[in-house]
């Protein structure tokens, strides 16, 4: 298995040069971050249409998770622990699935999404 990795990892390019945007991170953070922001929105905008719109949630969330924390590592811990609780967490990926497995899968429910017109100021 580890020699299929070391294969993939050859014939793919990575999608950012790490090097690179470590120093950008150093000499310039509001570049940096620019930049992070531009190559995030890329990814989103290849996947496909009807999950845009739930990666730039997910996206919000973290970026919100990161300016509250006190420092990079605490932000770290925190995102770790957003992704674990949503694969072993309650309604997590790994209850799905064992529920799929068991052939006692139900689609959550659907709700109407209203919608309300902003007021109109006088």
Do not use: Y
Request: with cysteine; glycine share 4%.
């Amino acid at each position: 298995m580890p020699q299929l990795q070391t294969e993939q990892a050859k014939t793919h390019d990575p999608l950012i040069d790490f090097d690179q945007f470590s120093k950008l991170a150093k000499s310039d953070p509001e570049a940096f971050e620019a930049k992070r922001a531009e190559v995030i929105e890329q990814m989103i905008q290849c996947m496909p249409a009807r999950k845009q719109q739930r990666m730039r949630c997910l996206q919000w969330k973290i970026d919100q998770v990161r300016k509250q924390a006190a420092n990079p590592m605490a932000a770290c811990i925190k995102l770790s622990q957003m992704m674990w609780d949503s694969l072993v967490g309650s309604g997590g990926l790994r209850e799905v699935l064992e529920r799929v497995g068991e052939r006692n899968f139900e689609p959550p429910p659907k709700a109407s999404v209203l919608e309300f017109q902003p007021k109109t100021q006088p």
